[in-house]
């Protein structure tokens, strides 16, 4: 049972554009949301997280907003660079259960020059 | 940042032996250790979490007995493939957590890809 979703598989997006990376989940009692930066064959690196209390977390060129109602997160880069090219996941907790994150399927980004 | 190393990178190995692969966290105590899997074009799937001193806690479908997984001290988890098969072949990532309630992030490793033949 998959309770992140990523329906994305991939993304093109042109240099200098925004990129827009979407994630839903099933389960409400997540609170603790998380993007991670993957590329092949490497260990995901943690980019931006948002804790249920917020709707919106910046961080530089990154952006995550987070739709509570609507069970939907996503992550926002502008503008989009060719080093940002890799594999995005994004992962939920619950703060009552602490340890287990659930991952997203992830999102192949390409950012053409 | 904090680092989290594995060892090692790659390996390679015949059916049935068994292999041991080190998730070392390099400049803090980690007290909770995860290993995942990751298969092809697919999400990072949590096998084990390890808390220092105690047994790991497995779930549901990771064979316990297959994949031993140890949590030795604060700052090294090794997971043991046991008799390998082919089919364990994949992309293997530790990732390790520091104290604290609330401490959410993990760390990750920069993964193991094991090769059975």
Not at chain 2, 43 to 59: D, Q, R, V
Request: proline share 4%.
């Amino acid at each position: 049972d998959q309770q992140v979703k990523q329906n994305s598989p991939s993304l093109s997006v042109q240099e200098g554009r925004i990129s827009i990376l979407n994630c839903d989940y099933t389960n409400s009692m997540f609170d603790y949301f998380l993007w991670y930066k993957k590329y092949p064959a490497e260990g995901p690196t943690f980019l931006i997280s948002i804790s249920s209390i917020k709707d919106k977390n910046e961080d530089g060129r990154f952006t995550v907003f987070l739709n509570k109602s609507a069970k939907h997160l996503s992550l926002h880069i502008v503008p989009s660079q060719p080093g940002d090219s890799a594999v995005y996941f994004c992962a939920a907790s619950r703060g009552d259960t602490g340890n287990q994150f659930y991952f997203g399927t992830g999102t192949s980004l390409t950012v053409i020059p | 940042g904090a680092v989290v190393s594995q060892h090692p990178s790659r390996v390679i190995c015949k059916s049935g032996t068994s292999v041991k692969i080190e998730c070392r966290s390099l400049d803090f105590q980690a007290t909770t250790m995860f290993w995942y899997r990751q298969f092809p074009k697919q999400s990072l799937m949590l096998m084990a979490t390890s808390n220092e001193g105690s047994k790991a806690t497995y779930e549901q479908g990771v064979e316990k007995d297959k994949f031993l997984i140890n949590h030795a001290s604060l700052t090294l988890s090794t997971l043991t493939v046991t008799s390998a098969h082919p089919e364990d072949s994949s992309f293997y990532i530790c990732s390790a957590r520091g104290g604290g309630t609330d401490s959410y992030e993990q760390y990750f490793g920069p993964g193991t890809r094991l090769t059975v033949t």
